[in-house]
């Protein structure tokens, strides 16, 4: 215990330091970046974790794989390749109705979540749903919610999540058994998907 948690008596104002930051973003008294800043900073003076112990913790990998996608988000907006995708996506699915542009939407950060991090993918997609939406008239709350479940089923394949690659050698498993879960597992995510969003974020 003293090798894991090697200050564990400062687990409750650990404790309370994450129900005061949860308050703060429920409530709304303080945008949600700063409640996060505040809290990393309490924890900091209330001697929970050390500069030095918070400085290894963070993700580097995360930060250069969002830094490096949102340039390419702005890349395709630049381009117009961003707008082509748009009209395409708008073109071939809006005629069908919003909850058809809402499945095509799904569809495609989800496979893009199968072989990119979830974060890169919602970073890539969300400015197509976003687009989507205000071509259309519509609300653009469901379609980025859509967004972001999609790029968490992370699901069908061993490279689409880090928690599917830790698995994938001590349990012998092999590329087809992610896909014979995983896909299941999608479509079921995609149809309580779509029939939750539109009744909790309504499309006009």
């Known amino acids: ?41 309490a924890m900091v003076l209330a001697r929970c974790v050390s500069m030095e112990e918070a400085y290894k913790s963070i993700n580097w990998q995360s930060i250069i794989l969002i830094a490096g996608m949102l340039p390419m988000a702005t890349a395709l907006s630049k381009t117009g390749a961003l707008e082509l995708m748009i009209s395409g996506l708008v073109s071939s699915l ?10 095509g939407l799904f569809v495609l950060t989800s496979i893009f979540s199968q072989f990119i991090s979830n974060t890169a993918t919602a ?31 992370a699901f069908s394949t061993p490279m689409a999540s880090p928690v599917n690659t830790l698995v994938l050698g001590p349990g012998g498993y092999r590329f087809n058994d992610f896909v014979k879960m995983g896909v299941p597992l999608q479509l079921l995510a995609m149809l309580l998907t779509l029939l939750a969003v539109p009744l909790l974020f309504p499309l006009h």
């Open 94 to 103: 809006g005629e069908l109705g919003p909850l058809a542009l809402l499945a």
């Open 123 to 153: 970073v890539l997609v969300a400015p197509i749903a976003m687009g989507a939406a205000t071509s259309m008239q519509l609300s653009p709350y469901p379609f980025l919610m859509t967004v972001a479940l999609a790029a968490s089923t």
């Open 1 to 41: 215990m003293d090798e894991v948690a090697p200050q564990r008596e400062r687990a409750p104002w650990a404790l309370a330091i994450v129900a005061g930051m949860l308050a703060l973003m429920t409530f709304n008294v303080v945008p949600s970046v700063t409640a996060v800043l505040l809290a990393a900073l």
